[in-house]
């Protein structure tokens, strides 16, 4: 059957993970690239940084939304790929939670993340955000005054 729509440009998520429709906007598709992931994750593996952060809905500037950011809590090394970025273990621990069925840093600790990358007008945008959603001013200030992030 012929017809005058063309099929749908496929937007590649990963290696055999193609998706079928136009996601409404940069988050959206950004969400669904996480879910592409999650198979390749083992249970050590958390979102953070820009992953984590569209989670918890937190602005952000100059992201890099094409890869996915993970934290792996045991061993390995770093590693960046097109599609993603994934973080080795801090020093310390983050703090992690589970956000739309989803392994991720915490609120408090993504905002301390991203504070540290921007500068001081972004980084009291995140703050004031952090606040609004719910997260406790004492976490928020402890995990921005106890280090470099990861």
């Known amino acids: 059957m012929h017809s005058d729509n063309p099929l749908p440009e496929r937007i590649r998520l990963r290696r055999g993970v193609l998706l079928d429709f136009a996601p409404l906007d940069e988050r959206e598709l950004h969400r669904e690239r996480m879910l592409a992931a999650l198979p390749t994750h083992g249970l050590g593996t958390y979102f953070n940084q820009d992953s984590a952060a569209v989670l918890h809905g937190l602005p952000l500037w100059g992201a890099d939304l094409k890869r996915v950011h993970t934290l792996w809590l045991f061993g390995g090394h770093g590693q960046k790929n097109d599609l993603a970025h994934g973080y080795r273990r801090p020093k310390v621990l983050p703090n992690v939670t589970v956000v739309d069925g989803?392994?991720?840093?915490?609120?408090?600790?993504?905002a301390a993340d991203l504070m540290r990358r921007y500068r001081f007008g972004p980084a009291l945008a995140v703050a004031d955000a952090t606040l609004r959603l719910g997260a406790d001013r004492a976490e928020l200030i402890a995990e921005v005054s106890g280090g470099r992030g990861c």
């Open 102 to 110: 989803q392994r991720t840093t915490t609120l408090a600790r993504t």
